[in-house]
């Protein structure tokens, strides 16, 4: 079983809302990612968690805050967005720190995310 | 940071054709990766690659890590419709953390039947 899950798969919000994305994984993964994704481009990296612990913020805005509750789930934070920030948000899991299989991500199949 | 040249950047073939696509790159990586993603999906790993010169096949996709480690290249036989999709491929360069995979900027597929 190489599934990720994402909850949910279309939200809309508007710029003083707080809402939640959610990420699942139960292929004993030890780490997790967050990806933002523009129409027809590669996705970019946000946040990585290894082993619950957040090893890497790629400078990301403090308006998005990363959630690692368990091994299996992560969740991403949001407040205040930007209409800018309006994407597909993608969730990914691997192997945790191990050469070769451990760089191999998968991904889930993302929420939609609306900005008003 | 790490760039992946990534060509074509679009195809358009007819149903039967073979395909073909790469990636390069400057710098040597350790590990070549290949996704299809369908439009309001989330990418789907095709094929994974970590030995220079390893040549792997799933179905009618074929990939292979290049000798030098600086690049890599995706083939598709008797292409189909659902073929359809943009194909990226990832990697990580040497000398960078676990985790940080460079993507190339996509090809897109368009399969006429």
């Known amino acids: 079983d190489t599934e990720v899950t994402q909850t949910p798969k279309h939200l809309v919000m508007g710029m003083t809302n707080k809402k939640s994305l959610k990420c699942e994984q139960h292929m004993g993964h030890r780490a997790m990612y967050w990806y933002k994704q523009k129409a027809k481009k590669p996705p970019e990296l946000m946040f990585v968690?290894?082993?619950?612990?957040?090893?890497i913020n790629e400078s990301v805005p403090s308006r998005f805050s990363p959630e690692c509750p368990n091994s299996s789930l992560l969740n991403l934070h949001l407040h205040a967005l930007q209409p800018e920030d309006s994407a597909l948000y993608l969730c990914?899991?691997?192997?945790?720190?191990?050469?070769?299989?451990?760089?191999?991500?998968?991904f889930g199949p993302g929420t939609r995310l609306t900005v008003l | 940071g790490q760039q992946l040249n990534q060509s074509p950047q679009s195809m358009f073939i007819q149903e039967g054709e073979d395909v073909s696509m790469n990636c390069t790159s400057s710098s040597i990586f350790n590990t070549w990766l290949w996704y299809k993603q369908e439009p309001g999906e989330g990418p789907v790993l095709l094929i994974a690659l970590y030995k220079a010169g390893e040549l792997t096949s799933n179905g009618r996709l074929t990939a292979q890590f290049g000798i030098t480690r600086k690049d890599s290249f995706l083939n598709i036989s008797a292409s189909i419709p659902s073929d359809v999709g943009i194909y990226f491929c990832?990697?990580?360069?040497?000398?960078?953390?676990?985790?940080?995979?460079?993507f190339g900027q996509g090809t897109i597929l368009t399969v006429h039947p």
């Open positions: 990914a899991s691997s192997r945790a720190g191990t050469r070769g299989s451990g760089d191999t991500q998968y």
């Open positions: 990832a990697g990580r360069a040497g000398g960078t953390s676990y985790g940080k995979l460079t």
């Open positions: 968690y290894s082993y619950e612990k957040l090893s």
